[in-house]
T-cell receptor
Framework: AQSVTQPDIHITVSEGASLELRCNYSYGATPYLFWYVQSPGQGLQLLLKYFSGDTLVQGIKGFEAEFKRSQSSFNLRKPSVHWSDAAEYFCAVGATGGFKTIFGAGTRLFVKA | DAGVIQSPRHEVTEMGQEVTLRCKPISGHNSLFWYRQTMMRGLELLIYFNNNVPIDDSGMPEDRFSAKMPNASFSTLKIQPSEPRDSAVYFC???????????FGSGTRLTVV
């Protein structure tokens, strides 16, 4: 069965600073990997996804993520954070043989001026 | 596209009452998922359907919970009888196929008093 760990419960960064959110997964093969963002009172929105090909994937809102098989990681990055990026971010892993996706516990991002 | 539509947005009910949550997935998406989100347990997959057929309901917490998908454009999640510990945000999501990621609805915030 797949599982996903987000080690950081919350992170605070200054506006304009770079951001990296960590995600580690467990799965026997290469899984589907996703990052979602959730603003308060809203549903989750898909930022980007990876299954195969280039290990650096670009997403919406200027985010990117890098798949590192050797580290079982799929970290999310953004070069310059904006105040509107303050939200909760979820890493998720999906089994390639089915439709089920498991979500991490989330990392809450705070942006200070 | 209007996205995934959930109703109601908020529901307050008394313990013991029946609660029905509704979801309209995106047209053409053949998979539908019900998740529950709480502070303590995060995002939990309750049940998912593929082509209107329930595939995995192992996340349904008790027999008090039931879900149906009578056609490709409508699904319900019913709790009968409701209990205070059922208070949570319930999300519906749909997907066109494996690996595409989900589109989430805005959720239903359920409060059982």
């Amino acid at each position: 069965a797949q599982s996903v760990t987000q080690p950081d419960i919350h992170i605070t960064v200054s506006e304009g600073a770079s951001l990296e959110l960590r995600c580690n997964y467990s799965y026997g093969a290469t899984p589907y990997l996703f990052w979602y963002v959730q603003s308060p009172g809203q549903g989750l929105q898909l930022l980007l996804k990876y299954f195969s090909g280039d290990t650096l994937v670009q997403g919406i809102k200027g985010f990117e993520a890098e798949f590192k098989r050797s580290q079982s990681s799929f970290n999310l990055r953004k070069p310059s954070v904006h105040w509107s990026d303050a939200a909760e971010y979820f890493c998720a892993v999906g089994a390639t043989g089915g439709f089920k996706t498991i979500f991490g516990a989330g990392t809450r991002l705070f942006v200070k001026a | 596209d209007a996205g995934v539509i959930q109703s109601p947005r908020h529901e307050v009910t008394e313990m013991g009452q029946e609660v029905t949550l509704r979801c309209k997935p995106i047209s053409g998406h053949n998979s539908l998922f019900w998740y529950r989100q709480t502070m303590m347990r995060g995002l939990e997959l309750l049940i998912y359907f593929n082509n209107n057929v329930p595939i995995d309901d192992s996340g349904m917490p008790e027999d008090r919970f039931s879900a149906k998908m009578p056609n490709a454009s409508f699904s319900t999640l019913k709790i009968q009888p409701s209990e205070p510990r059922d208070s949570a945000v319930y999300f519906c999501a749909s997907s066109p196929d494996k690996g595409y990621g989900y589109t989430f609805g805005s959720g239903t915030r359920l409060t059982v008093v």
